[in-house]
């Protein structure tokens, strides 16, 4: 258990859509970031947030947005959701935002799947 | 931006046999290399990395190899074992990218008692 919590687990949505993927980091840790994986294309950065603040974007869409609230939890929200949207979700936490050196620990993933 | 490839996507070896994966990056500006390990249904977690100013490191059975001219890095696994069965990514960042990793596709490797 690394200790970064995800609800829910799995989630079957319909096309057209909007989600809520939520993370807990782990205790001192500021920093969320989010992955999408999916079969063909592997483990692909999205966002990143630290403190409450967004500090870093990748292959985020625009459908996708995301936060992080004051009790460092963070959520990502996917609307208009397409088949292709259809991966599994991680998200990890570091105890810095600001250097590369620091250890991600990630969550156990939501599964979601557009049908 | 950084773009990293990995190969080979699927290895399959022996019990004992060694295995090693290798992955080319595109940034030279990018200084820290983490190999992560993925069982299947599970969550990735870290089982070595290696800064820029280190050529090698070693963690018992598993090291991995930095190559800063050529911008490419491995991961060696010696003495496998079935519990070495597993998907390996590969990633890549740098200072100034807020520590966010950019992964290789992945390596299926299945070692066979």
């Known amino acids: 258990d690394s200790g970064v919590t995800q609800t829910p687990k799995h989630l079957i949505t319909a096309t057209g859509q909007r989600v809520t993927l939520r993370c807990s980091p782990r205790s001192g840790d500021l920093s969320v970031y989010w992955y999408q994986q999916s079969l063909d294309q592997g483990l692909q950065f999205l966002i990143q947030y630290y403190n409450g603040e967004e500090r870093a974007k990748g292959n985020i869409l625009e459908r996708f947005s995301a936060q992080q609230f004051p009790d460092l939890h963070s959520e990502l929200n996917l609307s208009s959701l397409e088949l292709g949207d259809s991966a599994l979700y991680f998200c990890?936490?570091?105890?810095?935002?600001?250097?590369?050196?620091?250890?991600?620990?990630f969550g156990p993933g939501t599964r979601l799947t557009v049908l | 931006g950084e773009n990293v490839e990995q190969h080979p996507s699927t290895l399959s070896v022996q019990e004992g046999d060694s295995a090693v994966i290798k992955c080319t990056y595109s940034?030279?500006?990018?200084?820290?290399f983490p190999w992560y390990k993925q069982e299947l249904g599970k969550r990735p977690q870290l089982i070595i990395d290696?800064?820029?100013?280190?050529g090698e490191k070693k963690d018992q059975r598993i090291a991995v190899t930095l190559n800063k001219t050529a911008k490419h890095f491995s991961l060696h696994i010696t003495e496998t074992q079935p519990e070495d069965s597993a998907v390996y990514f590969c990633?890549?960042?740098?200072?100034?990218?807020?520590?966010?990793?950019?992964f290789g596709k992945g390596t299926k490797l299945s070692v066979k008692p």
């Open positions: 990890a936490s570091s105890v810095s935002g600001t250097s590369p050196y620091n250890e991600q620990f």
């Open positions: 290696i800064r820029s100013n280190v």
């Open positions: 990633a890549a960042t740098r200072r100034g990218s807020q520590g966010n990793l950019i």
């Open positions: 940034d030279s500006a990018s200084n820290y």
